[in-house]
């Protein structure tokens, strides 16, 4: 994929694997066909999927059509996530019409939200599963072999999967997921987050480090570590939990960055989402001083006005995060900053979008994935707020900060020009089978000759020409 790679937002690209080999697979003779939907982190939960089913029974098929089992992993984000899902749900009911064997289960958020509704309401699916638990997957799938429907959406305070080795599924070979943590104690008004994955928990960091040495032995030369709110990341050393005692030695993000940047200095490390109320300046020295800790960060802003910033409960104001870039750019001055904005939130006037305006402005993101504001059902803004921003004005407003974004991109993108930059190569250009594409430090993709360079290899690249999105660029010998 030669495009930004979209570490937190919904994406409707469908993930199916032909997994590679992991225990009990070879002996495997059910399909699994697996699509997923939504941010990353539902992505590396469908590995683990693939994981626990293959050791079941079930090696993962990209054709739907030999599948014993289909199942959909979901997201709630938007309403317009859940309306894609409803009607992919739709297009395999005509498939179980006429193959009474096949099952059909929906993971993720989804199920969580609207758990057995969906067995009731539509009788669209035979199992519904929530993302803590998919332990229980094998044997719920062997439940609905007798006819029956099989339900699981009990959250966890505990469940991190940390002792499953995930299928790669997205197999490039080089870049790789990691979760660290799960779930979210954040309370944004907006967000339907909390509601579908529960209370906030950490994952053991010898787990972590570990599953980061094994990609690094296998090839892969780059891991984002995952997390809703990667900066509130919290070990207790002693009790090998993660709840807080405050007399226990802890291991923080910024400690668990650097154990994770010092299994090779060939292994690129990211990490995706900081939350601006939480993002220490500890996390931006312990980039600064590891040459393969990428200068990237990802900071929603969501608005750039105190008083909607208030309502959304998102716990900082305007000048924080302005603070916080400042903080990043002293420490890191090159690293380039992404951001998510919703327009159109409850009782957003003309003014306050500008101020999300000035503020896109005065921080010039190199990239942003921007919404129009989408009400979901329990959030704190649907119990108190009305959604009262007319639907053309949303729009209209998405398309201003979209547009200016554009801007935004090329200016950044014209700043790499006729420059030396580390890429790592992560594979074929999807435009040309002549070239490659592989992205610099700040996530810039760069599409260069191909010549002798293959996927995990770095390349030195200097580029001559630019879109928003691509750096057109020659290897440096
Ligand atoms: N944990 C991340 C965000 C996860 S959801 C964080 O705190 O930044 C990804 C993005 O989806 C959010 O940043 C927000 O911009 C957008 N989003 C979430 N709920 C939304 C809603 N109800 N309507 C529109 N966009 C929403
Ligand atoms: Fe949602 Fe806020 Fe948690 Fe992000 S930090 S997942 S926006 S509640
Ligand atoms: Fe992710 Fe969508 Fe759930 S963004 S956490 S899959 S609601």
Redesign the pocket.
């Known amino acids: 994929m030669d495009s930004k790679l979209d570490y937190n937002k919904e994406i409707d690209e469908s993930m199916q694997g032909d997994a590679t080999m992991v225990e009990g697979e070879q002996t495997n003779s059910k399909k699994l066909y697996l699509e997923s939907y939504g941010c990353q982190m539902n992505f590396a939960d469908s590995e683990i999927v693939a994981s626990i089913m293959s050791q079941n029974g079930y090696n993962t098929t990209k054709n739907v059509d030999e599948a014993d089992v289909i199942l959909l992993n979901t997201c709630s984000i938007r309403e317009n996530a859940e309306q894609r899902i409803r009607k992919r749900l739709t297009e395999f009911k005509k498939k179980k019409d006429t193959n009474a064997e096949l099952k059909v289960g929906i993971l993720g958020c989804m199920a969580e939200r609207l758990k057995s509704q969906l067995l009731e309401e539509e009788k669209l699916v035979d199992i519904v599963v929530g993302p803590d638990a998919y332990r229980s997957l094998p044997d719920l799938v062997k439940e609905t072999e007798t006819g029956q429907k099989a339900v699981n959406v009990l959250l966890s305070r505990e469940e991190t999967y940390a002792d499953i080795s995930p299928v790669r599924l997205d197999k490039n070979g080089v870049t790789a997921f990691i979760s660290i943590m799960r779930g ?1 104690d ?3 008004s907006f ?1 339907v ?2 509601f579908t994955r529960g209370r906030e928990r950490s994952r053991d960091p010898e787990t972590i480090v570990g599953e980061a040495k094994e990609l690094f032995n296998k090839g892969y030369r780059e891991v984002t570590l995952l997390g ?2 990667v900066d509130s990341y919290r070990w207790n050393v002693n009790s090998k939990k993660e709840i807080i005692d405050p007399a226990q030695p802890t291991v923080n993000f910024a400690q668990l960055l650097e154990k994770v940047a010092l299994v090779s200095t060939d292994l690129r490390v990211r990490f995706s ?1 900081s ?1 601006p109320k939480d993002l220490t300046d500890e996390v931006a020295e312990t980039m600064a001083k590891h040459e393969n800790i990428c200068n990237y960060i990802h900071l929603p802003v969501q608005s750039g006005n105190t008083e909607v910033l208030k309502r959304m409960n998102r716990g900082y104001s305007r000048e924080w995060y302005l603070d916080r870039i400042k903080a990043i750019k002293e420490r890191i001055p090159d690293c380039a900053i992404s951001t998510d904005i919703i327009t159109g939130f409850c009782g957003e006037t003309e003014e306050e979008h500008q101020d999300t305006v000035s503020l896109m402005k005065l921080v010039e993101y190199d990239y942003a994935y921007m919404f129009a504001y989408s009400e979901r059902p329990k959030t704190l803004a649907e119990r108190k707020f009305e959604d009262d921003v007319p639907e053309e004005v949303k729009k209209r407003r998405l398309t201003e900060v979209i547009d200016l974004q554009q801007a935004s991109s090329l200016k950044n993108n014209q700043k790499y020009l006729n420059k030396e930059y580390k890429v790592l190569v992560e594979g074929v250009s999807r435009r040309s089978e002549e070239h490659m594409f592989g992205r610099n430090s700040q996530n810039a993709v760069f599409v260069f000759p191909r010549k002798d360079k293959k996927p995990g290899d770095y390349v030195t690249v200097k580029a001559y020409d630019c879109t928003a999105a691509t750096l057109l660029s020659e290897i440096v010998e």
């Open positions: 979210c954040n309370m944004c967000c987050v909390p809703q709110n989402t939350h």
